[in-house]
C-alpha cells in the first residue's frame, strides 16, 4: 500500500500505459482521477474496476491539449478531492512519417503543452503540498536511429527538458518531478495499422535486439511510474528513467 489514501491524477488513463498505472496506482491505495478523451465506455469500465479495490474512482474527460479543458479538469479534481498528490502526464500521441507540420501541431499540443497546463493548474497545490509529477517522455526523445519519428521525437524530447526544468523550479517546495522514458510497449498507439503478420514481424525484429529478448507491456511502466510516485523515490528529481528492455541498437541511454 505505497500510496496509500493518496489522489493521483493520471492523464490518458482510458487504454494501454495510462490504464497500467491507474490500475497499479489504486491497488496501492490510491483515489484515481482517471482522464480520458474519447473512450468513455472504457474509461467508466476501468473505474468500474478500481472502484472494487476500495479507493474511489472520478473519471474525467478532458482534451489535454486544450486549456480551457484542462482548467475544468482541475478544478472538478479539487472540487472532489481537496488536492492532487500525483499527477502523472501520460496522455500522448504519435503520428509517424509525417512531415506535415499540421501534425507537428497536434503532436505538440497533446504531448507537451498538455503537461505545461497540468502542472501550472496545479503549481498552488503542489507549492502547498509538495508531491510527485512524472511525465511519459519516450526513448524517442533520447536517441535519433527512429526512422519516421521526427515530429514525435522532438515533443518528447521537449517533455525531457521540461521536466528537468520544473524539478529545479519546484523542487524547494518538496515536489519531485520525473520523467518515464519507455521503449517499444504492446499498446494501441504501436499496434495501430499493422496486420497480424506486420505486428508478429515487428516484435520479432525488436525482441532481437533487445537484451531482454522481448518487447514492453504497460505493466512494466506502471512499475516504474509507482516506484517515482511513492516515497521510495523521495530524493530522486529531474531525472529519465529509460524502461525498454535494454535495446542494443540505442547508444545513448544516460543524458
Ligand atoms: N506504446 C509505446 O511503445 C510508447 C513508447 C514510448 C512512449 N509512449 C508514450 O506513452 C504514453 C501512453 O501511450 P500508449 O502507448 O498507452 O498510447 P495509447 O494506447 O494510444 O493510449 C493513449 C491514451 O491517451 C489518451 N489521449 C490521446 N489524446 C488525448 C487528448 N487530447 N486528451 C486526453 N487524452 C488523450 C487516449 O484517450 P482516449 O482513448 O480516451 O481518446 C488514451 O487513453 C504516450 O505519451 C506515448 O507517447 C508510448
Request: overall charge positive; glycine content about 10%.
Amino acid at each position: 500500500m505505497r500510496l496509500k489514501n493518496k489522489v493521483s491524477l493520471i492523464t490518458g488513463a482510458s487504454r494501454g500505459i495510462g490504464r497500467a498505472i491507474a490500475i497499479k496506482f489504486a491497488s496501492e491505495g490510491s483515489n484515481i482521477i482517471l482522464n480520458y478523451n474519447r473512450n468513455e465506455s472504457s474509461a467508466l469500465r476501468i473505474c468500474n474496476e478500481i472502484e472494487k479495490m476500495n479507493v474511489e474512482c472520478l473519471p474525467v474527460k478532458a482534451d489535454v491539449s486544450r486549456k480551457d479543458d484542462v482548467g475544468t479538469m482541475v478544478k472538478r479534481s479539487l472540487d472532489r478531492f481537496g488536492y492532487i498528490d500525483v499527477l502523472v502526464n501520460n496522455a500522448g500521441i504519435m503520428i509517424t512519417g509525417t512531415n506535415r507540420t499540421e501534425d507537428l501541431e497536434r503532436m505538440v499540443g497533446v504531448n507537451l503543452y498538455s503537461m505545461v497546463y497540468t502542472i501550472e493548474a496545479l503549481r498552488e497545490n503542489f507549492m502547498k503540498r509538495g508531491g510527485k509529477i512524472i511525465n511519459i517522455a519516450s526513448v524517442a526523445g533520447i536517441v535519433t536511429s527512429l526512422t519516421g519519428t521526427t515530429f514525435y521525437s522532438i515533443t518528447k524530447g521537449a517533455v525531457i527538458t521540461l521536466t528537468r526544468r520544473y524539478a529545479f523550479d519546484l523542487g524547494k517546495y518538496g515536489v519531485n518531478v520525473n520523467a518515464i522514458a519507455p521503449g517499444f510497449i504492446e499498446t494501441d498507439l504501436t499496434r495501430k495499422g499493422k496486420s497480424d503478420e506486420e505486428w508478429r514481424r515487428t516484435v520479432e525484429d525488436i525482441s532481437s535486439k533487445t537484451a531482454l529478448g522481448r518487447i514492453g507491456r504497460p505493466e512494466d511502466i506502471a512499475n516504474a511510474a509507482i516506484f517515482l510516485a511513492s516515497g521510495e523515490s523521495d530524493f530522486i528529481t529531474g531525472q529519465v528513467i529509460v524502461v525498454d528492455g535494454g535495446r542494443q541498437d540505442f547508444f545513448t541511454h544516460s543524458l
